[in-house]
C-alpha cells in the first residue's frame, strides 16, 4: 500500500453541452475546481485526514456559483433552494447527513455537525439547522445563495414545462459536488452535496445524503461520491454495489465503478458519473454523459482537471 494521498473531486455530471459553452466559461470552471483541490491537497499534504480534505474541498466547491451546491444550489418548482449533504469516515464508518436545509453557508459542515454533535445519521429541516446554529456554523441569508443563471434556468424548465416541451438534458437533472480522498495514513473518506435538480417538488431529496446511494466510505473497500439521476442512483444503491463487489466479488475499484457506471446505470434509465478512490490510492472517474467537472490530486502527481 502507498503511504501517499489520493484526492478527487467533481463538480457535476451532465455538463454543459459543448456547443453552448465558451472558453471563459470553461477555464472558470477548471479554475474553480483547482481551487477546490488545493483546499483539500493543503489538508493531505500537511499529513491531515481524509475526512478535514473532503470537507475543505468540498465547501470550497460550495462557494462556486458554478456548481450546484451550497451558493450556487438550484431552485424548486416554488422558487426556493433545498440542499442536501453527506459525509463518511471509511475508518470508523461514522457518517452524517442532512436533506432539504436552507441556511447554512456550507450544507457539508452542517453534515458533519450532524456526525459529530449528535447521535444521529440523518436530519431533515429544522432539526439539522438547530445542530448548524448550535454549532456555530456561518449562515446566510437569500441575496448570497441567489444566482441570476440558476433563477433563469427555473423560469425557462418552468415555461418549457407549461408547453409541453421539456427536454432530457441533463444539465437540468444533474448538479452536484463531491471529494474523495485517501489519507496518509490510509483512511478513506467521501463528502458529497447538492441543491437537487432545477424545478423538483418541494422536499425531494435525491441520493447525494443517502449512505450507500450517493455517498459511502469503508476502508476496506472504497470511498464514493455520486453525481447525476438521484432516483436511479438510489435504487440501484450505486455506492455500496461498488462496495461489495470489491469486498465480496474481488473486482477492482475501477472494474465495480466502470461496469456499474457504463452499463448498469444507462441500462436502469440513468446518467452520470462518480468519483471513488480505492485503499490502495487508486481513483476511478467514470461518467456516462457528455461530461463531468472532475479533477485529481495525488501526492507527488500535481493536479489535474477536466470536464468532458
Keep these: 500500500m502507498s503511504d501517499g494521498f489520493s484526492l478527487a473531486i467533481h463538480g457535476g455530471a451532465g455538463v454543459m453541452a459543448r456547443t453552448g459553452t465558451t472558453p471563459e466559461h470553461e477555464a472558470a470552471c477548471h479554475a474553480a475546481l483547482d ?29 462556486e456559483p458554478l456548481f450546484n451546491a451550497g451558493r450556487g444550489a438550484v431552485f424548486t418548482a416554488d422558487g426556493k433552494q433545498e440542499m442536501d449533504a453527506a459525509i463518511m469516515d471509511g475508518q470508523s464508518r461514522r457518517a452524517g447527513a442532512v436533506a432539504g436545509i436552507f441556511g447554512p453557508k456550507n450544507p457539508i459542515r452542517a453534515a458533519r455537525a450532524v456526525m459529530e454533535q449528535t447521535d444521529h445519521v440523518m436530519m431533515i ?11 456555530g456554523l456561518d449562515f446566510q441569508t437569500a441575496d448570497y445563495f441567489f444566482t441570476q443563471s440558476r433563477w433563469d434556468a427555473l423560469q425557462e424548465t418552468l415555461r418549457m414545462a407549461r408547453a ?19 489519507d496518509r495514513s490510509g483512511v478513506l473518506a467521501a463528502a458529497t452535496s447538492t441543491g ?40 440501484l444503491c ?23 457506471v457504463m452499463s448498469e446505470l444507462g441500462a436502469a434509465g440513468g446518467s452520470g458519473g462518480l468519483i471513488a478512490v480505492a485503499p490502495d490510492g487508486t481513483i476511478a472517474l467514470p461518467f456516462n454523459c457528455e461530461g463531468m467537472y472532475r479533477g485529481t490530486a495525488v501526492d507527488g502527481e500535481g493536479r489535474l482537471t477536466a470536464i468532458y
Excluded at 491537497?41 to 475526512?51: C, K, Q
Design 164 to 182: 409541453g416541451t421539456l427536454d432530457d438534458d441533463p444539465a437540468r437533472r444533474h448538479g452536484t459536488v463531491g471529494a474523495v480522498a485517501r
Design 196 to 235: 437537487g435538480m432545477t424545478a423538483k417538488r418541494s422536499g425531494r431529496v435525491g441520493d447525494s445524503p443517502i449512505l450507500g446511494a450517493g455517498t459511502f466510505a469503508d476502508n476496506r473497500s472504497c470511498a464514493v461520491s455520486a453525481t447525476g439521476d438521484g432516483e436511479v442512483f438510489l435504487r
Design 35 to 63: 481551487r477546490a483541490l488545493g483546499a483539500g491537497e493543503a489538508v493531505l499534504a500537511d499529513d491531515g485526514t481524509a475526512l478535514d480534505a473532503v470537507t475543505a474541498a468540498v465547501c470550497a466547491l460550495e462557494d
Design 125 to 135: 429541516g429544522e432539526g439539522a439547522l438547530d445542530v448548524a446554529r448550535k454549532s
Design 238 to 260: 450505486v455506492a455500496h454495489e461498488i462496495d461489495a463487489r470489491i469486498r465480496l466479488a474481488d473486482m477492482s475499484l475501477r472494474q465495480a465503478a466502470e461496469k456499474l
